[in-house]
């Protein structure tokens, strides 16, 4: 047994601090180092750190962004009618949903892709109640297709799923491995933060979330952990309350 091994093992042995968890992955953290599309090797990593995730019990929803594909707001800042645009970027997700659930079930995880917009022949339709008994017949529910209305982003499609399933946290796997000041790529003097309450973020613009998403959270009392799914184990870490990322709550 190795080191990694090991921390695993001491990690599994305990109580998820989270019994029903909503998993928030962009666009960006599925292309891994490549500009766009999807990274194979990226979706066998998160495929088989949910994997371990569902072995605690811990109920998994994951919501999934299309940035890798097709993101909206920039087609409007071309000149398209946004709310096309936006529509675009649903059914980009709905993409990254079915390449994650094949992943998924690779790893031997019963998995259902459920989207806001209708498409019965590739997945189901996103009813609230039908969502809930698939996670407490432990299977991974992907929610696709964003809220399935223009001008809301996959953030507060996290925010809106996780308070409609009642969650107990948002795990916001970013290519970052936590909220900065301002843009780690770009400043290497950027700084970290641990922890913050909903208001400094909001107040300071940091891009934990859009403030939409963000003020849901605040209202529903729904902590987030934002932490880097470059490093392999994180979501298991995060889950079982380990001290990772920035922590973003009351």
């Known amino acids: 047994m190795d080191g990694n091994d090991e921390v695993k093992a001491d990690l599994t042995a305990k109580e998820p601090k989270y019994k029903r968890a909503v998993i928030k992955l962009s666009g960006e953290a599925l292309a891994g180092d490549q500009p766009f599309g ?22 998994t929803a994951i919501v999934v962004g299309g940035g890798n594909i097709w993101r909206g707001v920039a087609g409007s800042q071309r000149g398209m009618d946004r709310a096309t645009a936006d529509y675009m970027g649903m059914l980009a997700t709905c993409i990254n949903a079915l390449a994650l659930q094949d992943a998924l079930e690779a790893e031997g995880v019963d998995t259902r892709v459920v989207s806001a917009i209708e498409m019965r022949q590739v997945a189901e339709t996103y009813i609230r109640r039908r969502a809930i008994r698939h996670l407490e017949k432990g299977r991974v529910v992907i929610f696709a297709a964003g809220t399935g209305n223009p001008f809301f982003s996959t953030d507060t499609t996290a925010a809106l799923r996780a308070a409609e399933i009642e969650a107990e946290v948002i795990l916001m796997a970013k290519k970052v491995d936590g909220v900065y000041d301002c843009d780690p790529m770009l400043n290497s003097q950027a700084v970290k933060f641990e922890a913050l309450n909903y208001i400094e973020a909001l107040n300071q613009g940091l891009k934990v979330m859009d403030s939409t998403a963000l003020s849901l959270c ?10 880097s799914i470059l490093e392999k184990g994180n979501i298991l870490k995060a889950a079982m309350g380990e001290k990772i990322g920035t922590t973003v709550g009351r």
């Open 38 to 59: 999807l990274a194979h090797v990226t979706l066998e990593s998160i495929a088989q750190q949910v994997k371990e995730l569902m072995a605690i019990g811990v109920q």
């Open 218 to 227: 605040m209202d529903n009392h729904i902590p987030i952990i934002v932490f």
